[in-house]
């Protein structure tokens, strides 16, 4: 039976033409004439911004009011490609990326979102062929690779989506997006040790999804390395602490290292998370309960030598 791998597609998008940089000369401008305040982001960077929170109906907001202002262009078209794709709004991001194509038909990122849409909408011909082209532009990059191995590993031809892993690491060792999607076909696999080392090895470039660190915290779980997915999870609820299945994992792995008392916590916190289902969690808890009185109880001192009343 093959392990259930949560897939996370994880998308670049446009920069507000280096935001960063524009804020940095506006502050130095604005120091130099002897003018005070903070710049005022434009619409294209208020979008921008939102994203990074994950607000994408905000950031949907302030794009199309970008485009009343400004008229259309790449980066606008394509970010609101990514909103809608990460809402789930699939044929809106289609209609989106397709806007963005007209303005750059050989633009690599927007060739691979596009693709990827295609997937999920189960549009396998069109996927391969916008992914395929997008290779082609893109020849330097394990990007458009890696989403070539997705279709394959969608399409339950493994060795397949395998060559193309290796095809990109080639390319761009040093990705953080290569290594977990690479992790997810080795889960898949159920080559535990190998999924685990490629998700540890994603978070060495990208700390900051969460994805890769519960990969790996599953991974080591059924590898019987408890230690490990306990730490895992640990940090996947850092940067992820309102997902009460993290709580869960991390909490079977404490049971597991016969801490009880920290594991009940994570329990307590996982039930105080209100989109959770009690019932797992109460189950847990039950269970739990008995083994850290006897843990307690196993710790007291004997009755001799507890001190009398007098102190002696």
């Not at 999804?209 to 230690?227: F, I, Q, S, T």
Request: glycine content about 6%; aromatic content about 12%.
């Amino acid at each position: 039976m093959k392990s259930k791998v949560r897939f996370e597609l994880r998308m670049s998008r446009k920069p507000a033409r280096a935001v960063l940089c524009l804020l940095t000369f506006a502050f130095l401008l604005a120091a130099a004439t002897g003018c005070g305040g903070v710049p005022r982001l434009s619409t294209f960077e208020k979008g921008v911004e939102y994203m990074d929170y994950s607000d994408y109906p905000r950031a949907v907001e302030q794009f199309k009011q970008h485009i009343k202002q400004h008229g259309e262009s790449l980066g606008v078209c394509y970010n609101l490609g990514v909103c809608y794709f990460d809402q789930g709004d699939y044929d809106q991001a289609v209609q989106w990326y397709e806007k963005a194509l007209e303005y750059d038909p050989r633009d690599g990122d927007t060739l691979v979102n596009l693709g990827l849409t295609y997937l999920q909408q189960g549009r396998d011909v069109a996927a391969l062929s916008r992914l395929k082209q997008a290779a082609d532009v893109e020849k330097d990059r394990a990007y458009p690779l890696v989403a070539i191995a997705l279709y394959y590993q969608r399409t339950g031809k493994l060795d397949k989506a395998r060559e193309y892993y290796d095809e990109a690491a080639k390319r761009e060792e040093k990705s953080g997006y290569l290594w977990y999607h690479y992790g997810t076909l080795h889960e898949l696999d159920q080559r535990f040790g190998d999924a685990a080392q490629a998700y540890e090895r994603s978070t060495q470039f990208d700390s900051t999804n969460p994805a890769a660190y519960e990969g790996a915290a599953r991974c080591y779980y059924r590898l019987r390395n408890w230690r490990k997915a306990a730490q895992n999870y640990d940090f996947a609820i850092h940067l992820l602490p309102t997902e009460p299945r993290l709580y869960i994992g991390a909490a079977d792995s404490l049971t597991e290292l016969g801490r009880y008392d920290r594991a009940v916590k994570y329990l307590w916190a996982a039930r105080g998370l209100s989109t959770h289902n009690d019932a797992e969690v109460h189950t847990r808890l039950l269970e739990l309960y008995p083994k850290l009185l006897e843990a307690e109880q196993a710790n007291l001192p004997p009755v001799d030598d507890a001190p009398d009343a007098n102190g002696g």
